[in-house]
């Protein structure tokens, strides 16, 4: 440290965005111009870092976006300081641009990065600390998947769009009497759809750590439709993968930290229902709705704790550590920590039980 005491502070929103970023941002930056620090707004993530894009955060620029959506500073996937896509002639190469990442921390006069982010911006936050950069972490993902924190603002913003959609496609479903099939984002875990699906009335839960037998999903809405239930509805994640196959890509982008875009088995699930049992289905994909727009009343609450909780951190400079929910307890871990297990879902979480018991399937007989 440059100085005895904490003077100034970057602060950045990494990889795709979600509801609550800028409440975290409104958490972060009132009390540290409250404890006469100075804040710097990083843009577009690490890329900003890397390229030297920033702008000086005053009261004024945080004020009115606690319900706001998005990031006031731009977030990006593709900024990966460590993974850094560079244009030479003709071609994109991957080169390493962490020793420039590092200058500009240095020539900012930044005592400690305030990183929001997800599993990918913690795992970059990680390797800046080893290389000297002083990180505090604040966990942002609406898939809910690390394991060190109980839970991640965005996601119940994410699951209030799901269950919403379902709703809505309930009265149309019953109407025409169709199978409906959601899909929603889960690229590994599928906390999304299988909270989503449980608060939206789903008949049936896909997701990437329950493989699905095509059979039971196919008994299941000819069982329904027998009974006189002319209509089903399935809601599943975009990772989910039948026993005997594959997560379906849609893309694959060198640029990206994870090169790989799923997308495409809602449509998959959609014809192969159509085509074995007779049945009249319609699929959904609701992609970027689950991120956009305005953060729930409990996330907007999560997010300003997680805020303010990091400027203590940084205060006390705790650093190297990320914010967590423990309880109802905020509190810290090491990054390395946070970043060592991802969290998903297990066939004995209360979740899949609660479920179960009132009649949704995941699509096999073996839970």
């Not at 003709?90 to 420039?100: A, F, L």
């Not at 795992?123 to 924190?149: C, F, R, W």
């Not at 409990?298 to 190297?320: P, Q, V």
Request: glycine content about 12%.
């Amino acid at each position: 440290m440059k100085n005895n005491r904490v003077k100034r502070i970057g602060v950045l929103t990494g990889g795709g965005d979600c509801p609550g970023l800028n409440a975290v941002i409104r958490g972060v930056a009132k009390p540290a111009h409250d404890n006469g620090l100075s804040v710097l707004g990083i843009q577009d993530g690490f890329e900003g870092l890397v390229t030297g894009k920033a702008i000086e955060l005053y009261n004024k620029d945080v004020s009115g976006i606690l319900a706001q959506g998005g990031s006031i500073l731009g977030s990006s996937n593709k900024g990966d300081p460590f993974h850094w896509p560079e244009q030479f002639d003709d071609e994109i190469k991957i080169v390493d641009r962490s020793e420039r990442a590092m200058r500009n921390y240095e020539a900012w006069d930044l005592d400690v990065l305030i990183a929001i982010g997800g599993d990918g911006t913690m795992h970059i936050s990680q390797k800046l600390s080893d290389m000297g950069m002083n990180i505090v972490g604040v966990p942002k993902t609406i898939d809910n998947d690390l394991e060190a924190t109980d839970q991640t603002f965005g996601h119940d913003s994410a699951i209030f769009v799901v269950s919403e959609a379902l709703d809505r496609l309930h009265t149309t479903a019953s109407t025409h009497h169709r199978v409906m099939v959601l899909e929603a984002m889960g690229r590994y875990a599928g906390w999304i759809a299988l909270h989503g699906g449980l608060a939206g009335g789903a008949d049936i839960i896909l997701i990437p750590e329950i493989p699905f037998d095509w059979e039971v999903v196919y008994d299941k809405v000819i069982q329904r439709n027998m009974r006189g239930k002319r209509f089903s509805i399935i809601c599943i994640a975009e990772g989910a993968k039948a026993i005997d196959g594959n997560i379906v890509v849609k893309a694959k982008d060198i640029k990206r930290t994870d090169p790989i875009q799923l997308g495409g088995v809602a449509e998959l699930v959609t014809r192969m229902i159509t085509d074995n049992t007779g049945l009249e289905t319609r699929y959904t994909v609701l992609g970027h709705l689950q991120r956009g727009g305005s953060p729930t009343p409990y996330d907007r609450i999560l997010s300003t704790k997680f805020g303010t909780y990091a400027i203590e951190l940084a205060l006390k400079k705790k650093f190297d550590r990320m914010v967590a929910l423990k309880g109802n307890e905020i509190t810290s871990v090491k990054i390395k920590e946070a970043i060592a297990d991802q969290k998903l879902v297990k066939p004995t979480d209360q979740a899949v039980k609660a479920a179960v018991a009132v009649g949704v399937s995941f699509g096999t007989e073996k839970l």
